[in-house]
């Protein structure tokens, strides 16, 4: 297939969404309860609720809805430590847009920016590398956000900032990682998953490698898949044709974007700029080891949380807001006491309801309202 509209198609999707109830139906049969398949990536979700994947599927697949937006799993502390960097009167704060509106514990970016602050919304960091050439006086800091999808973008900027001795550009790093919080939700104990539709994007830089431990040592099927409806029903499908044959393997569904290899340019600049952190932050799922990256000390001059003394604490979330939760598959974005009415896109109360990636934001902008209240009265949930 060439053209989008061909990863479209209504015929293709009838004649997946019946090879999937076929299989589906099969493996409850012998299994006598439904599947958890956890999409990890915030693309996906956002194409799973656009698209009305769910409503395909047949009740005997429950999709849990991972992690995987940055901006969602962003906690409040770091937030926080980002609207005090932006306040400082030497500064020039850049960021992409959906991390803006991300609340802290007292201020989202926007609000800080509708105080005064200067914070600039950019579409790359070199733009914000542009705006440090062009304000020499300034301090410009780039607000790294991401998964490994966006470390080399984030790592060449800095590579080439050292290059050009540019003195007044930093990095606040908040880059997060992939394969340990596979892990981590591999090992957690309310937590079922039997198998995951993988990154696509991520995969394009790491590759397929990482992923094998998924099942060699945990005995789970999972599928590297692209971004379109077809893609994500193909690879459910793939998934289950796995479970159905009581085999379990890393397979590429992707493989017109993704090389086994992955992307050698990307992972040589990531791993000549960054290092893991023991541990970091993520909202709702606390702290996971080994999940995050901070930069190398050989760039330490590229460093905002060196070159700047910021508090980083630690900042629990309302205790209304089950974000957590919901990225843990416990219960669905709409079980959540605050959802669509204290929180909603245009005032989010949790993360999840930010991004367009974010399930409850998906859930709130695609679902069937009518629907989803409904379900919210018989679940006993107020309305
Ligand atoms: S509705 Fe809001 S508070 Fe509740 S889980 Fe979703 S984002 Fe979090």
Known sequence: MKYVDEFRDPERAAALQQRIKHLAAQIFARRGRPL????????????????????????????????????????RGRVDDCVALAQRPEVIFTTFGDAMRVPGSRQSLLEAKAAGADVRMVYSPLDALALARKHPSREVIFFALGFETTMPSTALTVLRAAGENIGNFSLFCNHITTVPTIKAILDSADMKIDGFLAPGHVSMVVGETPFHFVCDHYHKPLVIT?????????????????????????????????????????????????????YFEWRG?????????????????????????????QI????????????????????????????????????????????????????????????REENGVSV
Not at 48 to 65: A, K, N, T
Not at 251 to 261: C, I, M, T
Request: hydrophobic share 35%; charged share 20%.
């Open 226 to 278: 692209g971004f379109e409806p077809l893609d994500i029903l193909q690879s459910l499908w793939m998934l289950l044709r796995q479970i159905h044959g009581g085999y379990c393997s890393v397979e590429n569904q992707y493989s017109r974007v993704v090389a086994s290899g992955g992307n050698d340019a990307g992972l040589n600049a990531i791993h000549q700029v960054f290092e893991l952190r023991e």
């Open 316 to 375: 629990a979330d309302p205790k209304s807001c089950q974000c957590g939760e919901v990225l843990k598959g416990v219960i669905r974005p709409w079980q959540c006491k605050v959802f669509g009415e204290q929180c909603n896109p245009q005032k989010p109360l949790g993360a999840l309801m930010v991004s367009s990636e974010g399930a409850c934001a998906a859930y709130y902008n695609f679902g069937d309202q009518q629907a989803l209240i409904r379900l």
């Open 285 to 313: 799922l606390g702290s996971i080891d080994h999940s995050g990256v901070r930069i190398r000390e050989q760039y330490a001059a590229f460093d905002a949380e060196r070159k700047f003394s910021l508090v980083n604490l």
């Open 36 to 75: 958890q398949l956890m999409e990890f990536c915030g693309g996906h979700t956002h194409t799973i609720f656009r698209y009305g994947i769910e409503q395909l599927l047949p009740d005997s697949i429950e999709l849990v809805h991972g992690p995987g937006c940055p901006v969602c799993v962003l906690p």
